[in-house]
Structures are given as C-alpha cells and as structure tokens.
C-alpha cells in the first residue's frame, strides 16, 4: 500500500558533507501552521534495536544553538521534460509543421505531450494514438501505437486542413497512417515550446515516457525551432539548431540509442548520430529545489563527525544527516573513516518489494523511523528501482528527502536482528570507536572525489564502513595511491569497490549508474546503453573496466544471500600472526552480531590471485558459510555446472579476511563480509570481532 500525500515534516541538506568555514543550506518542509524547530545532535549510534547500542546522540548546541523557523509547505513536481529557454511568436501565412520521432514505452491513462507550444499539443492520448490537441478541439489517429517501437510522427496544420500522421520506421509490420480534418482558424505560433511535456498555466504536466527524437517546428517552409539531442550529450542544455537553445529538466535519460542505431557502435562518444534520442519519464525526480529554510556555518572548532540536523514540529520529526570533515591537509586523528556518501545516494529512497506494512508495529515498538520509501514512492526511488515505464532508474541526488538515510531506519523487518544498512549500519563502527576511545576523522567519497588522495594523505590508517559499493575513477585512484605511499586500508565490508559510477560535469550532486553486462543487478542497461551520459565512460562492473576489487583490498565480491551471516574460522597457522587474535577467544569468530546474527554474511568476498589478489596475500580467517542460502554473483558463474574458480560452488561461496603488505609500506586488512560491523556492538562491545579489530587498529594506528 502507497500513500501518495505529502508527508507533515521533512528535509534535506543542500550537500552530505562539509568541512569548517563551509555553509550546509537545510531545506523543509512543514504543512503545520506553527513554526518548526532545529536542533543539532552528535551522532554515535543509530541502531534502533532495544537490544542493541540504541540510537544515541550527544548535544552539540554549543555549534548550534536550537532556533524555530516558519513552516513552509513545500511542493515538489516529478517528470522530466525539455524547456526552450526563450518564447517564440511566429505569424505564418500558410502552413506550421510540427514532427519528431518518438519510442513510447508506457501505456497511460493520461495525455503524454511529444512537442508543445502555447495552444499547440502534438500528443499520445489515452488511449495510446497520435493525436493533435488545438484550440479545445483533439485530431487523431485510429490505431494506437506499439510500446518500443519507433515512428515519425507528424502534425500539419493550415487554415485549409489539419493531418495528423504516424510512420513506423525500421522493419515493421504496419502501415503508415494519417488523419485529416478542418484546418485552423489561426495560424499564430506563440509560446515557450516544450518537449515531453506541457504547459498548463505555467506548470508543466502530461509528461512523456519514452525517447523522443529530432523534434522541430517550422512555418512557411522556415524551421524555427530544431534540437538534435546528440548534441552536448552530457549537459543539461541543448543547443539549437534554430530557435532557442533548451533546458531539460529532472534529468532525463542521454547518451541512449536513437532511431538509427543498428548495434554498430556501443559508445555514443564514437557515434553520436546513432544517439540521437532522449529517455523522459513522467517520475524523473533527483533535486527537489526547495528553498533554503535556514543555513549552519560549520565552525572550526566543531570536531569531525556524523551529525544530525533534528527538526521538529507538532509531535512530528525529521532527523537530517551530514558529515564535518577536517580542514584539507589537517588530520585532526591518526584513523580516517571513509563514508560512502555516493552509496547512501545511489541507494536513496530504494523501495524494496519485501516491505509489509506490517512492519509499522516494528516501528512504533523501537521507536524506529517511521517512513519507508515503498509506502511513499512518490518522494522518488533509487537506482535499484524502475521507472513507471519499467526503464531502470540510472541517476541519483540526495537532493531531496531519502527516508533510509536516516538514524533509526531498517531495512529488514522480519528479521531476528536488526536489520540494519547502509548509513544505520555504518554507525555500528562509529559506535564501536567512540567505546573504544579511539580518535577519528570523516572523510567522504565527495572529498576523496575532488580532492584525490589529498583528502586521506596524513592518516595512519583509513577504514571504510560496511558496504562501499559505488566509486569514481578518482575515488579508487586516491585510495590506491593512498595504499601505495605507505598508507595502510582498511576494508570492513563486502561487495565494495564493485559498479563505476559518474559525476554530472555541471552538477556534482547528480551520480550516474549504468548496469551494463555482469553483476548482481537490479536492472539490465538496454543493450548499445552502456556508456554513462555524464562522462563518457563504460559504466557497469569496476571489474569490467579491468579494476576488479581484488586489485585494489585482495577480496572481490563472490557470493550474496538472505539477511543472515556465519562466524569466521581462523586458517593461518604462522605464529607471525597471533598477534591478530590476541585476546580472541574461542574456535567461531563472531557467531553473533546485530547484522544477521553473524559476523560474515549477506554478501560476501573472496580471494582470486587472477584478479588482483597479491601472492603474499595472508588469509587470516574464513567464513563458516552454511550450505544453503547463497549463490554466486553472475560474473562467477559460467554454466550450472562450472564456475571461474573452477572448483565447486561451494567452495566459492565464502568470506576471506586477508591482511596484505604492499610495497613502499602500506597495508589492506578486508574483511570480506557486509556484516562483520555489525558484530561489533555485541555484549556492550566486549567480544571477540571487537577484540580482533582491536589488534589491528592498534597495529596500523601505533606501529609506525
């Protein structure tokens, strides 16, 4: 059941992470007639599990003394769409032609507007046919168009006749056809033209789902407005060929396979008249642009950390997270906790289809968060969900509310444990630092983007949380020149380090996915659709592009399963590494924890000396992994019988924890298990993952 009303409270924060001297803008939405009041919290944990660490937060007003702002409620609009940037009046004598080439690739209920102009509609109706909407009156056609195929469609209007045409092209079974009917009254052309959408007293509706191609508007034989979208392909604005140039708006789909496309080229850099298309789609929604309600300054002297904007208004609340960094080039620690900022974003908003309403009395009994973006899709889904036209979601902001990046959210509601990703899970290390009193700093995958390996240079040592899935070029780069210049990493999770994902040249916010061959996937790229718009490059798998994750930590993602987790077993026998389970008692290696009751599970990765993994790799530790529950991830899977390993599936189903040194000093210590982070909190944070994690921060924090 979904709920498509505005929610009482809620916000966003303009950017996820700042250092001292930069502003966050917080923008909210309030439908109370009283004011709404922020309030600023340290964050420790936020585990909302009864049985757990709790979700615990410190006052941090002296950085930010509570205040109370009007409530404003605020709208949002999703759909995207083209927009020329200036109006047009044209007073032709005898004849305005309006055409394009369209794919449709969702039936609708509503009017879907190909090429709009002031009182001008060239339009899918309800009923799926080419249709002309002008002056009160609608022309169209008799059969309706098929879903995924193209055809030129055309509107010719003058003071005699009106023809409303369609021809499908490529190799089609139907005919071309056309309607005609009295002509105009009038012939005056005046308006902003619109494309995948239309005007209705200034705000756009009827939007379009599908590609839409070469639209153009001419009268007396002039073009006056023309666009070819193979045309600055990884921008927002389309520059004309005549007429205005165009805004496209809420970020429809680029670099996508155009009526000529014949599989000849994959890479729309080599032959853009192939991609000549846009993908629009009526739920298009990343940047909500609201207004700034109030800003916060980060002061210099506010430590680096996890921190959350609470707001509150009417016994409703809303918590809004971000991350203070440390000024560049000035470690205040020795550890480096790096967030997965552009994983949190790329999984914003992912309404899984194993929610229950159900879950709610879970909710209310924890005092968990309340929203769950499958009950309120229209806030916008992440990258693991589709568009209303079943088109995979490729771009993500966190530029609007995301419900799951939030203190208290689970994603697992009927598990025995606490069912926790993510944001929420990576806390479980934070809360574990703070119990052991070790000091940190929080850099993010947006630093580490722009800055390189600046942005960890001075560390002992950097840790990751528990799933950092999604990296740039520039974010793997930092880290491996980080790992080669005598830095030692720390990888605390599984499946990292695994899809490529791009920046919006324009808008850095905006991240790019495209899930093109191999992979655990929510969603399979169109074929001749690999390359991401943004920058270029062959999106998909890292390990496709020839940087696997055993390159870079030893381990890569091998096997997924079900929301539980085994212990880890020790296997090196060196007593050069007894070191590392000093103190850690017992044959299991958690056979507890708060993430699927176990330290090694979900997902998890293993050594392949043919994809990275160093010879003098040593393999502290290796999961119990049960026999059934997991499968191998499709890019290890060959037939039903064999496997790259060239062993038995079994036998590549499990989680190994390595401890690597590379040379010019530097070290990666993986764990292989989404997990293990979990395990950390348990018994009050006194347990054997804890002490073995333990020993090695003490390790790379004070050996050098």
């Not at 060239?122 to 309706?144: F, N, P």
């Not at 119990?624 to 997991?630: D, K, L, Y």
């Not at 921060?697 to 050996?703: D, I, K, N, P, R």
Request: charged fraction near 20%.
């Amino acid at each position: 059941m979904t709920d498509a009303k505005d929610l009482p409270l809620l916000g966003y924060v303009d950017r996820l992470s700042a250092r001292p001297g930069d502003q966050l803008n917080f923008k909210v939405s309030s439908i109370s007639s009283e004011p709404f009041r922020a309030r600023l919290t340290r964050s420790i944990s936020a585990d909302p599990n009864p049985e757990g660490p709790g979700v615990v937060e410190e006052d941090a007003s002296q950085y930010f003394m509570p205040a109370q702002f009007t409530s404003v409620h605020r709208p949002f609009a999703a759909g995207s769409y083209g927009i020329a940037q200036a109006s047009i009046d044209a007073q032709p004598t005898s004849e305005i032609v309006m055409s394009a080439r369209i794919y449709p690739t969702l039936r609708s209920a509503q009017v879907q507007t190909i090429l709009s102009i002031g009182r001008i509609d060239l339009r899918l109706d309800a009923q799926g046919t080419v249709a002309l909407a002008i002056d009160g009156r609608v022309i169209r056609l008799d059969e309706a168009v098929s879903l995924r195929r193209w055809y030129a469609v055309e509107a010719r209007i003058t003071l005699d006749s009106i023809v409303v045409s369609q021809s499908p092209l490529g190799h089609q079974v139907s005919a071309a056809s056309d309607v005609t009917d009295e002509g105009a009254g009038d012939l005056t052309v005046r308006g902003r033209p619109t494309i995948g959408a239309h005007l209705i007293d200034a705000t756009p509706a009827q939007h379009f789902n599908g590609k839409i191609e070469a639209p153009k508007l001419t009268t007396d034989g002039t073009v006056v407005c023309q666009w070819n979208f193979s045309h600055n392909i990884s921008s927002n604005t389309v520059p004309a060929q005549a007429g205005p140039d165009l805004d496209l708006i809420n970020y429809p789909a680029r670099g996508v396979t155009g009526s000529a496309w014949d599989g000849s080229e994959m890479n729309w850099t080599h032959k853009p008249d192939h991609y000549t298309a846009i993908h629009f789609h009526q739920d298009d929604i990343y940047d909500f642009g609201w207004d700034t309600d109030f800003s916060f300054t980060v002061p210099a002297d506010i430590p680096s950390g996890v921190y959350i904007m609470r707001i509150s208004c009417d016994g409703h609340e809303d918590a809004i997270p971000f991350f203070v960094c440390p000024p560049l080039g000035k470690p205040t620690a020795t550890l480096c906790v790096l967030v997965s900022t552009f994983t949190y974003a790329i999984y914003g908003n992912h309404a899984r289809p194993d929610y229950k309403p159900s879950w709610q009395d879970k909710i209310r009994d924890w005092g968990s968060y309340p929203y769950n973006p499958a009950a309120h899709p229209h806030y916008g889904l992440s990258t693991y969900n589709y568009h209303a036209d079943g088109s995979g979601i490729c771009h993500a902001s966190h530029k609007r509310p995301l419900f799951n990046l939030r203190p208290g959210y689970f994603t697992f509601g009927d598990t025995d444990c606490s069912g926790l990703r993510h944001f929420p899970a990576d806390m479980h290390l934070i809360a574990w630092l703070h119990a052991k009193n070790i000091d940190y700093d929080i850099v993010t995958d947006r630093e580490l983007h722009d800055d390189g390996v600046a942005a960890i240079s001075g560390y002992a040592a950097v840790t990751t949380g528990s799933h950092p899935e999604y990296h740039t070029r520039e974010t793997l780069d930092a880290l491996r020149n980080y790992r080669d210049s005598g830095g030692n990493l720390l990888y605390l999770g599984g499946n990292g380090f695994y899809w490529r994902v791009a920046v919006h040249p324009e808008q850095g916010d905006m991240l790019e996915i495209r899930r093109a061959e191999d992979g655990i996937r929510a969603w399979a790229a169109e074929p001749g659709e690999y390359f991401n718009a943004f920058d270029g490059t062959y999106g998909g798998l890292w390990r496709r592009n020839g940087r696997a994750p055993q390159d870079l930590v030893g381990i890569g993602f091998t096997a997924q399963g079900e929301f539980f987790s085994d212990p880890y077993r020790r296997r090196v026998s060196d007593p050069a590494y007894d070191w590392v389970f000093e103190g850690v008692e017992g044959p299991l290696i958690g056979d507890f924890g708060y993430s699927g009751n176990g330290a090694a599970g979900f997902e998890l990765d293993h050594m392949d000396y043919r994809l990275g993994t160093p010879e003098n790799a040593v393999l502290l530790a290796q999961s119990v992994t049960r026999e059934n529950g997991f499968m191998l991830v499709p890019e290890e899977q060959l037939t039903h019988l064999t496997n790259l390993t060239g062993g038995s599936t079994k036998d590549a189903m499990h989680a190994d924890m390595v401890l690597i040194d590379y040379p010019g000093g530097g070290s990666v210590f993986a764990t292989g298990s989404i997990t293990f982070c979990g395990s950390l909190p348990w018994n009050n944070f006194q347990n054997n993952v804890s002490q073995l994690l333990q020993n090695i921060m003490t390790h790379v924090l004070h050996t050098k």
